[in-house]
């Protein structure tokens, strides 16, 4: 029996259940959407560096196998192609004043002798007044000196009188000497002086430096460049290449040195190191090693170069026929069996060829190794 305050009326009973029945609705609708990441799927990828062939014609590409062997171990440095200072000679007017002409101009081959530039200098001028006036004084103490002797000889003066007369007469003479050989350096004739002065080649070679244009100043003590021109005699030549510290033991002066020209690849040119340098680039923590080239003719100043340096020390690598490694992208691949009739693709670094047929490999593959002994043929099978 229930209490009249115990009973609950039958509207009041069915909101209550509705109620509950939204409550759970809102509670399950919250779970579902909690945010939570929906779980993660899987997309199979091909392996790009796999190919598969057909069983039946597996037997067209046959296996071979790496051999061992031993060879000099090589250290590779850039450089760049620049003139042997011993070889530099700069072109200077020893007269002061005013560049009136120019024969010659940058990068010109020129000749030893040949005119260079023509100056017009006022201290030609006052050198041949200082040539005259050395010319007539000479005149003038030896005419002195002749009549002393006569007198002398005659008792008319002393023995001391005719050396004074001597001592004079030398004298003038050294004056006069110096006067010429002032003449001489300025290139100046003293029969027929001029007032322009010629400057020649000291040597034969290239002009690489030019520092006078016309109606500019030339000379050593204006504020023009002392050095009007810089010739280089290009027949040798220094190739400058950076050398890693760490790589400075395996190197040392007099030893050979092979040398590539990045704008001839097919040339190679031989040299000699000359010097190791004995301060690092702080930065880079690289040496200057100097190599002496002859220059066959085509090498021109700044041209980047490499430099390869053998050493007495040997290495083993693998070698594997020139026909099993695949040239592809500036990179270098092989092909391994990797079990049925499944073939990867492995990149390798290959080294120098031998003999044309073979071709050293320095990384990627071992001796013994197999490997697909045309890889080209089975590239292009893989890609039909």
């Known amino acids: ?78 450089g760049g192609v620049f003139p042997d200072v011993a070889r530099e000679v700069p072109v200077i007017s020893l007269a002061n004043g005013r560049v009136v002409d120019i024969k010659t101009r940058l990068n010109d081959n020129v000749t030893k002798g040949q005119l260079l530039f023509r100056v017009q200098s006022p201290d030609i001028t006052g050198a041949f007044d200082t040539y005259q006036k050395a010319v007539n004084d000479e005149q003038l103490a030896n005419k002195a000196d002749i009549r002393a002797q006569d007198l002398f000889q005659h008792g008319a003066i002393s023995q001391a009188m005719l050396e004074q007369a001597d001592d004079t007469e030398r004298d003038a003479k050294a004056d006069l000497v110096a006067a010429e050989e002032q003449l001489k350096i300025f290139g100046v004739d003293k029969n027929h002086p001029d ?101 066959p003719g085509y090498l021109k100043l700044g041209m980047f170069v490499t430099a390869t340096f053998a050493d007495k020390r040997t290495e083993t690598h693998a070698v ?44 990627g593959v071992d001796p013994g190794q197999q490997l697909v002994g045309n890889a080209l043929l089975l590239e292009t099978a893989g890609t039909q």
């Not at 040339?267 to 190599?291: E, F, H, M, N, W």
């Not at 069996?337 to 031998?354: C, L, M, W």
């Open 195 to 295: 007032s322009v002065v010629s400057v020649y080649a000291p040597i034969s070679g290239v002009i690489i430096a030019q520092n006078i244009t016309n109606a500019a100043a030339a000379g050593v003590t204006l504020s023009g460049s002392a050095t009007a021109f810089t010739i280089a005699d290009l027949s040798t030549v220094w190739i400058l290449c950076d050398v890693y510290e760490r790589d400075i033991p395996r190197i040392k002066i007099g030893q050979l040195a092979r040398i590539k020209p990045t704008a001839y690849p097919e040339r190679l040119i031989k040299g000699t190191i000359s010097d190791i340098g004995p301060v690092l680039d702080p930065q880079l923590r690289t040496a200057k090693v100097r190599i002496q080239v002859i220059n």
């Open 320 to 363: 594997v026929p020139s026909d099993a490694v695949l040239h592809l992208h500036d990179r270098d691949w092989v092909f391994v069996p990797a079990g049925g009739n499944n073939f990867r693709r492995v990149e390798v670094q290959a080294g120098k060829i031998i003999d044309g047929t073979h071709q050293v490999i320095l990384s």
């Open 1 to 78: 029996m229930i209490s009249k305050h115990d009973s609950i009326s039958l509207p009041a009973a069915a909101l209550l259940v509705t109620a509950a029945a939204l409550l759970l609705s809102g509670c399950e609708k919250k779970a579902e959407g909690s945010g939570a990441p929906p779980p993660a799927q899987v997309i199979p990828v091909q392996d790009m560096s796999m190919i598969t062939i057909d069983q039946k014609d597996v037997s067209k590409f046959p296996l071979v196998t790496a051999e061992k062997t031993a060879l000099s171990s090589e250290l590779s440095a850039t």
